[in-house]
C-alpha cells in the first residue's frame, strides 16, 4: 500500500495506469457525488458509479448487498477496482464491500474529509456497523492505494472540518508533544491543512507499520475511542440530536484523559490543558446522568476489551500513551460524572 498526498489530477491517472484493471467501480453518496465526482469524473477512463445514500446511519449490511448486487450486475470480476470517493464511511464500507466481493478485489481509498484523510482511510481497518454497534463487523485489509488531495477540505463545511480535527488532536496528544504544545494555540482558520495531513498520517503510518492488525501498540490509535465510540453510538438514532464522529472523540478524549490523571499516569495541568482546548473547540456534549448506564452498557462491546474487562488506551505523559490499561465501571461512571460537571 502507499499513500500519497498531492493533487488527484498527478496522483490518480498515474495510480490506474499501473492498476491496469478491467474494470472502475466509483463508490460515492449523495454528497461526494454532488461536490466531489465532479472533480475526479474527467481523470478517469470508463467506469461504473455506485452511489448511495449518506451517513453512519447506512453503514450496514444491507447497503452492502446494493453495492455487491451493482458490481455483480455490471459482471466486475476479480481484477476490478473500486474507488473509494467520500469519508470515513465510504471507506470502510467501500472497503469492505471490495476485500470481500469474490473473495477480493482491488481497491483505493479517495478521502474526501479531513477525518478520512488524516484516519479512517489509513491503516486498513473495513467494516460496517451491526445492531447499532459501530464497526462490529469487518477485517484488516490494506487498499492498494490511499490517495490524498488536500483540496477536497474546501467542500467541507466547517463542522465536518471540526470532526476531523478531533483525530489530529490525538494523534499529537498519544504521539508528539511539540505538535500538541504548538497546535493548542492555534485556532482551526489558523492551520495548515495539507502539513497537517501529512504529519497525522506519518503518525498512524508508523504506528500501523509496527503492528498491523492491533494486537498490541496500534490500540494507542484508540485513546478517547472507548467512551467516546460509546457515546457516539450512544446519540446514533437521534436525528435531530446525532454527533459526528470527531465531536463524539473529543468528549471521549476529555472523560479518558481525567481516567489517565485519576490514575496518575497525567498531570492535572495536562488534564486542564487538554480538556481546556477540547472544550473551547467543541463545546459540551449534552449528556445527563440518565445517560449514563446506556453508554456504559455501550462500553461492553468494545473491541478492544478482554475476558469481559473494558481495557483502554490512556495517555501516558505528554506525547505518550498506554494501552490494555483496565478500567472498572465505576471509574468510566466518575469520568462521566466530571465531564457532565466540569
Known amino acids: 500500500m502507499s499513500t500519497t498526498i498531492a493533487p488527484l489530477a498527478e496522483s490518480l491517472p498515474l495510480f490506474i495506469e499501473q492498476q491496469h484493471p478491467s474494470a472502475i467501480a466509483v463508490l460515492v453518496d449523495n454528497h461526494t457525488a454532488r461536490h466531489c465526482y465532479p472533480l475526479v469524473k474527467s481523470l478517469l477512463p470508463?467506469?461504473?458509479?455506485?452511489?448511495?445514500?449518506?451517513?453512519?446511519?447506512?453503514?450496514?449490511?444491507?447497503?452492502?448487498?446494493?453495492?455487491?448486487?451493482?458490481?455483480?450486475?455490471?459482471?466486475?470480476?476479480?481484477?476490478?477496482?473500486?474507488?473509494?470517493?467520500?469519508?470515513?464511511?465510504?471507506?470502510?464500507?467501500?472497503?469492505?464491500?471490495?476485500?470481500?466481493?469474490?473473495?477480493?478485489?482491488?481497491?483505493?481509498?479517495?478521502?474526501?474529509?479531513?477525518?478520512?484523510?488524516?484516519?479512517?482511510?489509513?491503516?486498513?481497518?473495513?467494516?460496517?456497523?451491526?445492531?447499532?454497534?459501530?464497526?462490529?463487523?469487518?477485517?484488516?485489509?490494506?487498499?492498494?492505494?490511499?490517495?490524498?488531495?488536500?483540496?477536497?477540505?474546501?467542500?467541507?463545511?466547517?463542522?465536518?472540518?471540526?470532526?476531523?480535527?478531533?483525530?489530529?488532536?490525538?494523534?499529537?496528544?498519544?504521539?508528539?508533544?511539540?505538535?500538541?504544545?504548538?497546535?493548542?494555540?492555534?485556532?482551526?482558520?489558523?492551520?495548515?491543512?495539507?502539513?497537517?495531513?501529512?504529519?497525522?498520517?506519518?503518525?498512524?503510518?508508523?504506528?500501523?507499520?509496527q503492528d498491523p492488525t492491533e494486537k498490541g501498540l496500534r490500540k494507542i490509535l484508540n485513546f478517547g475511542h472507548t467512551l467516546g465510540h460509546a457515546v457516539e453510538t450512544h446519540f446514533l438514532h437521534r436525528p435531530k440530536g446525532r454527533l459526528l464522529h470527531g465531536e463524539a472523540i473529543a468528549a471521549g478524549m476529555i472523560m479518558e484523559a481525567y481516567i489517565a490523571f485519576r490514575k496518575g499516569m497525567i498531570t492535572d495541568l495536562h488534564l486542564e490543558a487538554?480538556?481546556?482546548?477540547?472544550?473551547?473547540?467543541?463545546?459540551?456534549?449534552?449528556?445527563?446522568?440518565?445517560?449514563?448506564?446506556?453508554?456504559?452498557?455501550?462500553?461492553?462491546?468494545d473491541k478492544k476489551n478482554r475476558a469481559g474487562q473494558v481495557r483502554m488506551a490512556l495517555i501516558d505523559g505528554p506525547g505518550r500513551c498506554a494501552y490494555d490499561i483496565p478500567v472498572s465501571k465505576s471509574a468510566m461512571r466518575e469520568a462521566l460524572e466530571y465531564y457532565v460537571g466540569n
Open 46 to 209: 470508463k467506469h461504473m458509479l455506485i452511489r448511495i445514500p449518506a451517513g453512519e446511519t447506512h453503514k450496514h449490511l444491507g447497503t452492502c448487498e446494493t453495492i455487491w448486487a451493482a458490481l455483480t450486475k455490471a459482471n466486475v470480476d476479480r481484477h476490478g477496482l473500486v474507488l473509494n470517493l467520500g469519508g470515513g464511511v465510504i471507506g470502510d464500507m467501500g472497503g469492505f464491500c471490495a476485500a470481500t466481493y469474490k473473495r477480493g478485489i482491488a481497491f483505493a481509498q479517495l478521502p474526501t474529509t479531513l477525518l478520512s484523510q488524516v484516519d479512517a482511510s489509513v491503516g486498513g481497518k473495513l467494516g460496517i456497523d451491526f445492531q447499532g454497534l459501530k464497526n462490529h463487523i469487518g477485517v484488516f485489509q490494506l487498499p492498494d492505494a490511499v490517495l490524498i488531495d488536500p483540496a477536497f477540505l474546501q467542500t467541507l463545511p466547517p463542522r465536518e472540518l471540526r470532526s476531523g480535527f478531533a483525530e489530529v488532536i490525538k494523534h499529537c496528544l498519544i504521539a508528539d508533544a511539540n505538535e500538541w504544545d504548538r497546535l493548542r494555540h492555534y485556532d482551526l482558520d489558523d492551520i495548515d491543512w495539507a502539513t497537517t495531513v501529512a504529519h497525522s498520517v506519518t503518525i498512524k503510518e508508523q504506528v500501523v507499520a
Open 274 to 301: 487538554t480538556e481546556e482546548y477540547l472544550f473551547a473547540v467543541y463545546g459540551r456534549v449534552p449528556l445527563t446522568e440518565r445517560d449514563f448506564d446506556p453508554i456504559l452498557a455501550h462500553t461492553l462491546q
